[in-house]
């Protein structure tokens, strides 16, 4: 996804959490999410429903008022527009098609790389136009391997672990006694697992892109949506969660989860606190003080907002990397560096990061840090984010980013050539120049929306969403105008 949170807020629109007992509409991908804009002064907006996966309309159409009466024609061309999209086996199907497919000679095995189906002797003349793909035994253990990754940035882009990342979660997991694993969106741990073997280590994958349940049985693979904690298998699925996170003879749970990037944050922490919510109601321990363990994996910087909705989480120095990613690679270094972090509940001393790759023993912070990150004896902690070495203002009163010094009008550290702040208007208005508002309160902004959807939103009227629709023209940077502003003020 390339909206993130952050862009979320300079429109103006907050997620508001399904009440309990309350009912929200549907798309393909389970029950949608409930979005208000707010305007700059506080005050609330109408609110929509819209989905909880795809942050483009072009991906999913969904699109309702909250308040809206929905015509009986209007239902039911939902419900063919989902039957329409639902996938061409169930569940069942695929596990019975996977024991099938094993069984068979290995020149009988085909995988159709159009369809990313496993294809059956009877089904070969069917896809006889497509490219075809002789599948081997290893690659029936690799399925992210086979199967292509999906690539949608505004929905469901799939990156994938590389082994070093992979291998040093598993290890961590069983150095710290974890018997099962409950794997959201992370198909490469998954397959790790069943391919070390480790008994008696079990894992569950819940993921949204089904395909993996050609792979898995019902047992080990869950269609699941992370963002609305939607399962597509209904309380099937459900009862399956609930057996693997009970705890007999000690078989501790950890939950490990990797969404996408782009990704909200606070429906996301939801999700993850309805299954921690749900395990402690299996524990029967009478503490309800202790969550679910969890490891995180998240960009660096939605630090902020992820212990905003979970406090009790802490971000760790190791950087993930991924295979099919252009920049998440390790062993660059300075800004290239990869982003993505683990946020866990574990005691972070426990988490134990190799030594090999830099990463050294605080004593002080009583946890792992990259070589770079040296501790701060004034703010008492190793401050660094993003491996670089930071260091200490005592103008702001904490360790900043190596590129950023003082600045004296702003009262604050900033890159050299940022723009300065003049008064309480904060960097001003990207959209027009001003340094009265910022970009999220501007009154030229709703009037451009308006323009670039063009005639079709006159015909819409109140169904143009303020949220969802998508300028036709790119837009003026402000900075040249806000300079010219400022020159004007000085005079």
């Not at 294809?119 to 793909?133: C, D, F």
């Not at 290893?138 to 999906?150: C, G, H, K, T, V």
């Not at 269609?223 to 459900?238: D, I, K, L, V, W």
């Not at 299996?282 to 960009?299: C, E, K, T, Y």
Request: glycine fraction near 6%.
């Amino acid at each position: 996804m390339e909206i993130s949170e952050a862009n979320m807020d300079s429109f103006g629109i907050e997620v508001i959490l399904p009440e309990e007992g309350k009912t929200a509409p549907r798309c393909p991908h389970g029950p949608t999410l409930l979005f208000e804009k707010v305007d700059n002064g506080g005050s609330k907006g109408r609110r929509f429903y819209a989905c909880s996966a795809c942050r483009d309309r072009k991906d999913c159409s969904f699109f309702q008022w909250e308040d809206e009466k929905v015509s009986k024609a209007r239902m039911l061309a939902r419900e063919a527009e989902m039957l329409s999209k639902r996938p061409r086996f169930t569940q069942q199907e695929c596990c019975s098609r996977f024991v099938q497919f094993a069984s068979l000679p290995f020149i009988e095995k085909k995988f159709c790389e159009d369809c990313q189906i496993l294809l059956l002797p009877a089904e070969h003349s069917a896809h006889s136009a497509h490219r075809t793909t002789a599948v081997t035994a290893a690659q029936l253990r690799r399925p992210s391997i086979l199967l292509r990754p999906l690539d949608n940035k505004k929905s469901n882009a799939q990156y994938l672990f590389t082994d070093r990342s992979a291998h040093f979660l598993l290890d961590t997991l069983v150095g710290l006694g974890y018997k099962k694993v409950l794997c959201v969106g992370t198909p490469r741990l998954q397959e790790l697992i069943k391919l070390r073997n480790l008994e008696p280590m079990k894992s569950l994958l819940l993921d949204i892109d089904f395909r993996y349940a050609q792979f898995y049985s019902q047992d080990e693979f869950c269609h699941y949506n992370m963002f609305n904690h939607h399962f597509f298998g209904g309380e099937a699925s459900r009862a399956v969660l609930d057996a693997f996170l009970t705890e007999a003879d000690g078989e501790q749970v950890v939950m490990v989860a990797d969404p996408p990037f782009g990704g909200l944050v606070k429906p996301l922490a939801n999700s993850f606190s309805l299954i921690s919510q749900t395990w402690k109601k299996l524990r029967n321990s009478g503490d309800s003080n202790i969550d679910i363990p969890i490891i995180w994996i998240f960009p660096y910087f939605f630090e902020p907002r992820i212990l905003e909705c979970l406090p009790a989480l802490t971000m760790l120095d190791y950087q993930v990397d991924y295979d099919n990613h252009p920049l998440y690679k390790h062993g660059k270094t300075g800004r290239r560096q990869s982003p993505v972090r683990l946020f866990t509940n574990i005691l972070p001393k426990q988490v134990v990061l190799p030594r090999e790759e830099g990463y050294r023993f605080c004593s002080m912070c009583q946890r792992y840090v990259c070589s770079l990150n040296k501790h701060c004896t004034k703010c008492n902690l190793c401050p660094s984010k993003d491996g670089r070495e930071w260091k200490h203002c005592s103008a702001c009163g904490k360790c900043v980013k190596p590129s950023w010094s003082h600045c004296t009008s702003c009262g604050r550290c900033a890159l050299p050539d940022h723009p300065c702040r003049q008064g309480d208007g904060g960097n001003g208005c990207f959209s027009c120049g001003s340094l009265e508002h910022q970009r999220k309160a501007c009154p030229l902004r709703d009037m451009r929306r308006k323009n670039s959807l063009g005639p079709k939103a006159k015909s819409l009227g109140k169904k143009a969403s303020p949220y969802l629709a998508k300028p036709g023209a790119k837009k003026k940077s402000g900075v040249a105008n806000r300079a010219k502003k400022r020159a004007a003020n000085a005079l």
